[in-house]
């Protein structure tokens, strides 16, 4: 009842003429007491409609008492300009800490600089962690630890002079592009507006965004799928299977995952998931194509189809999914999975989703799949359109995916002092065709990024990117994977010793030595233990006679 009145007398206080500002609540002596700025003869109804507008209340229970605890101003945040510690050094803002960003700012912090002129160089990312992104799938087969695959930013920066800021970008303006009054002794590329309300003077900016899950092109997609592309997709999908594996325990009652894709990401998901669940669920993998990998070696194909096949996952392929919805309880869940009508097993209750599949050619019948789990690997769209301001919209020139268009020394046309690389840039080939967004494309013009910042900004001519195609890699689960290195032609690892060559590969590829040696001590350490077990598991069949 006490804090019910004092609830009510702040209330009736917030009536009286105020200047619309911010509210804050203190505690102290068990009293609350509301602290507002001296009156500037404000209406009390048009502070109160500027008030419900600006102000947000949150009430939630502390110990036994209840109480206002703090208010969130829903004003416009004011921006704050960084300060850089040294103006006269040049400044280099990277914006996505993915393989192309990271990696450029490790390259610039290797190379050799003039006292004078290295650069104080800012890394911006919306995570606090770095992805490592090919094994994200040894998450769901619990091969590696989440730290081994995803270290935080600060711990690989910690012996470096990167600062790394948490945020999100909001707008860019760029001053840098041909045209444009700009004086010719100002040296500034432009600026950057985080979400914070944070605004980054920059001279040379590096934009390595990356891309997102495209789902908003199947109805229910959105709300329905999850993608597989980051380590809160990862997570994601590890809680829903694991709850699906308890409610599913010691029940005849098998788990359905589909998933929406079949190139690289969906077969390697579908291999993972398949092999986890084993007899205890069924994994159907749906592709518009009428075969799985396209794009990739044949040997690596013919080894994943074969996979696939031992571990029962079903393909649907020549299907595109039209719409994906709940399963609704008037349905019939029995005549969609042929559930036996006579078993006494009682189903869980499980939330299921019903995929409309429409035949991609003729001659085909249109289908309807039910699952417990769908996973989206199909469709991406970079983050670059968004961040238009909306003055001068346009101004980085992007092609119809929404990238960047670039020259061959990784430079955003028109912008002399913005270089872009990985899924932000469109960057073609010696054929004309777009560079694929994988990682070792992002690997390699990472090394090139960093080359010409340094090139730029001591007046050395930019070199031109030439990709190097070093070969194609596809886990298949746990201890099987598949390589085709393009240096030894015919050449094709499958198996665990093409498990093992892969995770040598990404051992070698992982950020810092520091934490290579971390992970490759502990990558030793469960193989030895794996090794001992199945040495005791074999010694014991043989002594037992079995």
């Not at 393989?99 to 160089?121: C, H, M, V």
Request: glycine share 8%; hydrophobic share 40%.
């Amino acid at each position: 009842m006490l804090l019910a009145s004092q609830i009510r007398m702040s209330l009736v206080a917030l009536a009286a003429p105020a200047s619309p500002t911010v509210l804050a609540f203190r505690r102290g002596a068990n009293q609350w007491s509301a602290l507002f700025p001296k009156s500037r003869g404000t209406g009390s109804s048009l502070f109160a409609n500027s008030l419900r507008k600006r102000l947000r209340l949150r009430f939630f229970a502390s110990g036994n008492n209840g109480g206002i605890v703090e208010e969130i101003s829903e004003a416009k945040k004011e921006p704050k300009n960084f300060v850089w510690p040294d103006n006269k050094k040049p400044r280099v803002c990277i914006l996505g800490g993915g393989f192309g960003g990271l990696y450029t700012a490790l390259r610039l912090e290797s190379l050799e600089w003039p006292d004078d002129n290295k650069p104080q160089i800012i890394l911006v990312d919306q995570s606090e962690r770095f992805v490592f992104k090919p094994m994200l799938y040894e998450l769901l087969s619990g091969e590696v630890d989440e730290w081994e695959i995803a270290p935080r930013f600060l711990d690989l920066l910690a012996n470096t002079s990167v600062q790394f800021f948490k945020d999100r970008v909001k707008v860019l303006h760029p001053s840098d592009h041909w045209g444009m009054n700009v004086s010719k002794e100002s040296r500034c590329g432009g600026t950057v507006h985080l979400e914070s309300g944070l605004q980054i003077e920059y001279d040379w900016l590096v934009l390595a965004l990356g891309a997102e899950a495209k789902l908003d092109v199947v109805p229910g997609a959105t709300e329905f799928a999850i993608p597989f592309s980051t380590l809160e997709d990862a997570r994601k999908v590890n809680d829903k299977l694991t709850t699906l594996e308890r409610k599913t325990f010691g029940k005849d009652v098998q788990i359905s995952v589909a998933v929406v894709g079949c190139g690289y990401s969906g077969v390697e998901l579908a291999a993972t998931l398949a092999e986890r669940l084993q007899n205890r669920g069924i994994v159907r993998a749906i592709n518009v194509e009428t075969m799985i990998c396209p794009n990739a070696p044949p040997a690596n194909r013919e080894a994943a189809l074969k996979v696939l096949s031992s571990r029962k996952v079903e393909l649907l392929l020549g299907y595109f999914v039209r719409c994906i919805r709940k399963l609704s309880e008037l349905e019939s869940s029995d005549t969609l999975t042929g559930v036996d009508e006579n078993s006494t097993e009682v189903a869980p209750a499980i939330e299921k989703y019903i995929l409309e599949l429409q035949p991609a050619e003729r001659g085909m019948q249109s289908a309807i799949l039910e699952a417990d789990l769908v996973l989206w690997t199909v469709g991406t769209k970079p983050p670059l359109p968004q961040l238009e301001p909306s003055d001068a919209p346009f101004v980085i020139p992007l092609n119809a995916r929404g990238q960047a268009e670039t020259d061959e020394t990784l430079r955003v046309k028109g912008h002399p002092r913005i270089f872009a690389l990985g899924d932000s840039s469109a960057l073609r080939d010696s054929s004309g065709k777009i560079l694929p967004a994988t990682a070792q494309v992002a690997f390699q013009q990472a090394d090139f990024t960093g080359w010409n910042l340094w090139a730029a900004i001591n007046g050395r001519p930019l070199l031109p990117f030439r990709f190097q195609n070093l070969g194609e890699m596809m886990t298949l689960g746990r201890n099987d994977a598949v390589i085709s290195p393009s240096f030894i032609d015919g050449l094709t690892l499958e198996g665990p010793v093409g498990h093992t060559a892969r995770k040598i590969a990404y051992l070698i590829r992982l950020p810092t030595d520091e934490h290579r040696l971390k992970v490759g001590i502990s990558w030793l350490t469960k193989s030895s233990i794996d090794l001992v077990s199945s040495l005791q598991s074999t010694l014991y069949k043989v002594l037992s006679g079995s």
